[in-house]
């Protein structure tokens, strides 16, 4: 366990951003906004500084971590894009995705962001403070969501610090994550490219783009010793309720998470009720889900009775996260 720090509250101005980028060039650990989740910083290309983030997380193990950088150019000399690569990269960046292709044998990041691996996942987030926190810091930065492992990722400072306060140096305090569900992360190392992790960018836009159906880790690259998105534990997005999906029917001592205008029998007997988009709007109930776990957490139900989302564009993001927060605890 790293000792207890003071943790700062950075102001998103120019001051608050200068002050973050000193953190993070001297090895420190900062936590700011990005249009996804809040991100836990580290100089990507800082070993030590790294290794602080899994110490900060409480995670089990080193999984390879995203590095956020400013622009294409900076991301051009550390990895190899193809085309694939960098057609993704000119149509979404800055935005909510996760390129991985071949780093550069000089590529200077951390053999622990990297856990070793020839490959690199970059993203360039489009959120003005992220941006801003890039351009200060002034080099490649690995930042995983900004809670302890196995929490539910945070999107707005208070989440960062009810996990996180007096084990990190500074959070930068921005407003709410716009889209409130990690990247979607696609691996360019094969054509076609495959999609590791559905996010806030949705397959189908992706594939419009690409002129081609994203492929699927299991079926194009099965027998990988170590999983292509090592990352993705089943049960990673636990709050401490218990949760129960697709629920029509709501049982005793529950809270319900409804979608829609849909609405569960029985939801006159739960503990708590919220609904992620009345309207039925799939990019506002993902902004919405991962606080919404946290307050029916908090309601002390025993369990989550969540309502049933679709699953096409955004709801492919939502549905995985919510099978991995009821996924069994190990
Ligand atoms: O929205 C996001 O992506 C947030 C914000 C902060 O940017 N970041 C985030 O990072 O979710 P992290 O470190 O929690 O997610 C890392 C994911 C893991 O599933 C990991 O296995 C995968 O990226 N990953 C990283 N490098 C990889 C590589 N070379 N090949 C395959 N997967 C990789
Ligand atoms: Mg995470």
Redesign the pocket.
């Known amino acids: 366990m790293s000792e207890m720090k003071i943790t700062r509250h950075l102001a998103p101005d120019a001051s608050g951003f200068a002050s973050a980028g000193e953190f993070l060039r001297a090895g420190g650990l900062v936590a700011f906004p ?1 249009e ?4 836990l910083g580290a100089d990507a290309t800082n070993g030590l500084a790294v290794a602080g983030i899994y110490a900060a997380k409480g995670r089990p193990s080193f ?4 590095v ?1 950088v400013a622009a294409l150019e900076q991301a051009l000399t550390l990895a190899d894009f193809n085309a694939d690569a960098l057609r993704l990269a000119k149509a979404f960046w800055p935005g ?1 995705l ?1 390129i ?1 292709v071949p780093r550069r044998a000089d590529c200077p990041v951390s053999e622990l962001a ?2 070793g ?1 020839d ?3 970059l ?1 360039i ?1 489009s959120a003005p403070e992220a941006l801003a926190l890039l351009k200060a810091a002034d080099r490649p930065i690995a ?4 809670n302890r492992s196995g929490r539910v ?1 945070p999107t707005t400072p208070d989440h960062v610090l009810e996990d996180l306060d007096g084990l990190i140096d500074a959070v930068v305090m921005g407003p709410s994550a716009e889209i409130g569900v ?2 979607t ?1 696609v ?1 360019c190392l094969v054509h076609p490219p495959v999609m ?2 559905p ?2 960018l949705a397959r189908e836009a992706i594939e419009a783009k690409l002129g081609c159906r994203l492929a699927d880790p299991a079926v194009s690259e099965g027998d990988h010793a170590a999983p ?5 534990l089943l049960s990673h997005y636990a709050p401490r309720a218990k949760v129960r999906l697709n629920v029509h029917t709501i049982e005793e001592g529950e809270a319900a998470l409804l979608f829609g205008s849909a609405s569960m029998t029985g939801t006159e007997r739960s503990v708590a009720t919220l609904n992620l988009s009345p309207s039925g709007d799939l990019a506002e109930a993902a902004a919405a889900l991962f606080g919404a776990l946290r307050t029916l957490d908090a309601s002390g139900a025993s369990s989550i009775a969540v309502a049933p989302i679709p699953a096409y564009g955004l709801g492919e993001a939502i549905n995985d996260r919510l099978h991995r927060a009821a996924a069994p605890r190990n």
Request: overall charge positive; proline content about 13%.
């Open positions: 990005t996804t989740v809040y991100g999984n390879p971590l995203i956020h909510p996760t991985v990297l856990a691996l490959s690199i996942a993203r987030p930042a995983p969501s900004a990722s990690e990247s992360i691996s590791l992790r996010g806030g292509l998105a090592p990352g993705m």
